[in-house]
């Protein structure tokens, strides 16, 4: 598959410096994330892991500059994401950043095709251009003779490869996914993570998922644990499955030496 030239690897491209998020105010006030410091380089596939509560989500919201940190930052190739007003926010997202979503949020009444035009038209793309990329890229994910069918005749799986098509459509420096399969049946969650794979590995294509299925984020080239707004675990996947394994294996020890 061949999606776009190739980039550098290597580049530091996502930072997270002491990062805080709280979210209420006054009484209610919760510390959610709790001084985040990682760096993400080009042509990285991460997967983003934690219980429910964890604060994964809010720390999507922040990656995707869909929201800004109480304290801390949030660098996006270089432009420290508190820093940029509204438009500011709107261009980063649309020139940096593609986001997949668990549901694929397609627009229903407009083809596969013009839905992943739609983001090309943001930055001014002609028609005839966004056409083009917007043909290219479900061709080579493999739904290109469908591509003139509306959401509703296409299946989940398809659905998803039109979401990660119009999250290529702009170039993007990073990809986003929340929980990009957890919509989605095996069959077609490993179809969505072989692309992923393809995409980092071949195109050096920044790739960062949150995902609660282990088995889906052992693809992936690095394992990010959070638990209680904290990254406790950040390395090579299978050295942090190994220590999972470990931690697993001394918390049965212990409810059995308890028993």
């Known amino acids: 598959m061949s999606l776009d030239a190739t980039r550098e690897r290597g580049k530091p491209v996502l930072q997270l410096v002491n990062l805080v998020r709280v979210l209420g105010e006054g009484e209610t006030a919760t510390e959610v994330l709790h001084g ?21 989500s809010t720390l999507m919201y922040l990656l995707g500059a869909l929201d800004k940190p109480t304290a801390g930052q949030v660098i996006i190739d270089g432009s420290d994401v508190s820093t940029l007003d509204d438009d500011g926010l709107a261009r980063l997202r649309n020139e ?17 095709l013009e839905n992943v035009m739609m983001p090309m038209f943001k930055l001014g793309v002609p028609a005839a251009d966004a056409r083009e990329r917007a043909q290219l890229l479900l061709d080579q994910l493999g739904i290109g003779p469908k591509s003139h069918r509306t959401p509703g005749r296409l299946s989940g799986g398809e659905q998803q490869r039109v979401a990660v ?4 459509a702009n170039q993007p420096l990073i990809v986003l996914g929340d929980e990009p399969t957890g ?23 920044t790739i960062v998922v949150v995902t609660h299925d282990l088995d889906q984020a052992a693809r992936t080239d690095r394992i990010i644990r959070i638990v209680d707004g904290r ?14 394994e470990r931690e697993e294996a001394d918390r ?8």
Request: aromatic fraction near 10%.
């Open 183 to 205: 919509n989605l049946d095996t069959v077609n969650s490993d179809n969505v993570f072989a692309i992923f794979e393809t995409l980092a590995r071949e195109q050096h294509q």
């Open 165 to 168: 098509a119009r999250s290529l």
């Open 36 to 56: 985040l410091n990682l760096t993400v380089t080009q042509g990285e596939f991460c997967a983003i892991v934690g219980p429910s509560g964890s604060g994964k």
């Open 96 to 112: 940096k950043l593609g986001f997949i979503f668990q549901f694929h949020y397609l627009l229903p009444e407009f083809s596969a």
């Open 231 to 244: 990254i406790v675990d950040d390395g090579p996947t299978q050295d942090v499955l190994e220590r999972v």
């Open 252 to 259: 049965r020890s212990a409810l059995k030496s308890h028993a």
